[in-house]
């Protein structure tokens, strides 16, 4: 078991945070955001029985179809790879290779559009 595994999660209150803004307004925001973040992580984890279906492929592709509408108005592409189990794996193409903004697509767009199949629990993109 690694450190961070041991190590008990704790987010700090608004009230909290107010006070340390009087005296660290940065270590507030870093605090802040920093939470901000690991928020969304936890609620994107999904948890799934045995009995659990497996994703749709026909559901997924349709999604990845939907995802590739929206990127192609800026000259992105993404290419639906494999289902592996509850994984689907996705590789950004066009000009999303190699964008800064290809992390931010694949979280904004892709991990809300692919990820609400039924059955899937994460989205990679593959290089």
Do not use: W
């Amino acid at each position: 078991m690694s450190p961070m595994e041991r190590t008990p999660v704790q987010f700090y209150t608004e009230e909290e945070l107010d006070i340390l803004e009087e005296s660290d307004p940065v270590a507030a925001a870093k605090i802040a955001h920093a939470q901000a973040m690991a928020q969304r992580l936890i609620g994107r984890k999904r948890e799934f029985g045995p009995n659990d279906p497996l994703p749709n492929p026909q559901a997924v592709a349709e999604a990845v179809a939907a995802v590739r509408r929206i990127l192609n108005r800026d000259g992105g592409d993404i290419e639906l790879v494999e289902i592996a189990g509850r994984d689907v794996r996705v590789r950004m193409k066009g000009a999303c290779a190699g964008c800064p903004n290809a992390v931010i697509d694949l979280q904004q767009v892709v991990e809300k559009i692919v990820g609400a199949v039924p059955g899937v629990a994460s989205v990679s993109n593959t290089f």
